[in-house]
């Protein structure tokens, strides 16, 4: 969020070649996985990328992303372990829901990854958050004392 639209653009050799562009592929990727998670058709998902909207997407990152932890906390176990079927033209599975959702965490935290990664390579070197779960989880704790993982 404190990064210049300058640096968030800037041409990278990466999965994709912007900061920007990894966060949207992030929050695109997100929004598809919890609408097939959730029940919601896919079919016509919006694959599309926009152009000259950083802060709008972070915005809508956030939401997301708070929208997702309210309705994975919500679940019962039994929903978790529900198959549901992919029928994508890239993909066709049958997975328990809890394994899709253990999928869009975990290609998050990649791409977030990678974001660290490109930032460095622009010469950001302060307030790049602790990706180590040792590192990082006590950081949490501080700021949701009742997260219990």
Known sequence: MTLSD???????ISSFP????????IL??????????????VGDFDWSVRHEASQIL??????????M???ITSMSESW???VLR??????????????YIQHVVNHGSFHRGQIITLARQCGITDS??????????????EVIPEFNP
């Open 18 to 25: 912007s900061i920007d562009k990894t966060m949207q592929h």
């Open 86 to 99: 992919l029928d994508m033209p890239w993909s066709q599975n049958q997975q328990a829901r809890y394994t």
């Open 6 to 12: 300058e640096i968030l653009h800037q041409t990278h």
């Open 128 to 141: 790049i958050p602790a990706c180590d779960l040792n590192i990082f989880l006590p950081q949490i704790l």
């Open 69 to 71: 932890e309210d309705f």
């Open 28 to 41: 695109r990727t997100q929004k598809f996985w919890m609408k097939f998670i959730s029940g919601e058709q």
């Open 80 to 82: 978790l372990l529900e």
């Open 58 to 67: 972070l915005d809508e990152w956030k939401q997301q992303s708070q929208q």
